[in-house]
T-cell receptor, first 112, second 112 residues
Framework: QKEVEQDPGPLSVPEGAIVSLNCTYS??????FMWYRQYSRKGPELLMY????GNKEDGRFTAQVDKSSKYISLFIRDSQPSDSATYLC????????????FGAGTRLFVKA | NAGVTQTPKFRILKIGQSMTLQCTQD?????MYWYRQDPGMGLKLIYY???????DKGEVPNGYNVSRSTTEDFPLRLELAAPSQTSVYFC???????????FGPGTRLTVL
């Protein structure tokens, strides 16, 4: 079993839709949970960063962490064509140099 | 403040050749990381460093070596390049308090 599982998609939605992206994980030691956005031929950029369980909102983006279910989600409201990218979930503990494990990434296409 | 810079941007190697991928950060971050990303896959950790003179292996270290003589620089050495090392390589850094990883723009390497 992989430490982090993420559906690679692709996911195609119309402009204005609510997008839900999810990851599951197996390591209960993970405490930091992140979502990165990666445009084609670019490096990943951090979207959301959450410590432990709970919700975090930033503009159109909401991240949820449920440690009891080992499940994290990213919601994008009012999706825009500029949101078309690959979204990577990532998580780490607080030992070993904060080594981060990444999901495979979900490719999202938002159609105008 | 340039952040994390990587050189070269692109490189084609022949089987058996060697090369060094350069990574420099100007944020005075103690922690630095090297990842590889294969098509449709997430990032896999190759090596990481928690400070000058300290390095450790990640998930996929075979065929690579690193050194960390200064806080700013974290070069990745490929010895005896193999086609399996064809990938995009990303360098990243963060503070020792955890938090956001900052990524470089990547180096696209092809081994023929």
């Amino acid at each position: 079993q992989k430490e982090v599982e993420q559906d690679p998609g692709p996911l195609s939605v119309p402009e204005g839709a609510i997008v839900s992206l999810n990851c599951t994980y197996s390591n209960s030691a993970f405490q930091y949970f992140m979502w990165y956005r990666q445009y084609s031929r670019k490096g990943p950029e951090l979207l959301m960063y959450t410590y432990s369980s709970g919700n975090k909102e930033d503009g159109r983006f909401t991240a949820q962490v449920d440690k009891s279910s080992k499940y994290i989600s990213l919601f994008i409201r009012d999706s825009q064509p500029s949101d078309s990218a690959t979204y990577l979930c990532a998580m780490s503990g607080n030992t070993g140099g904060f080594k981060t494990i990444f999901g495979a990434g979900t490719r999202l296409f938002v159609k105008a | 403040n340039a952040g994390v810079t990587q050189t070269p941007k692109f490189r084609i190697l022949k089987i058996g050749q060697s090369m060094t991928l350069q990574c420099t950060q100007d944020m005075n971050h103690n922690y630095m990381y090297w990842y590889r990303q294969d098509p449709g896959m997430g990032l896999k950790l190759i090596y990481y460093s928690v400070g000058a003179g300290i390095t450790d292996k990640g998930e996929v270290p075979n065929g690579y070596n690193v050194s960390r003589s200064t806080t700013e620089d974290f070069p990745l050495r490929l010895e005896l390049a193999a086609p399996s090392q064809t990938s995009v390589y990303f360098c990243a850094s963060r503070t020792s308090q955890g938090g956001e990883q900052f990524f470089g723009p990547g180096t696209r390497l092809t081994v023929l």
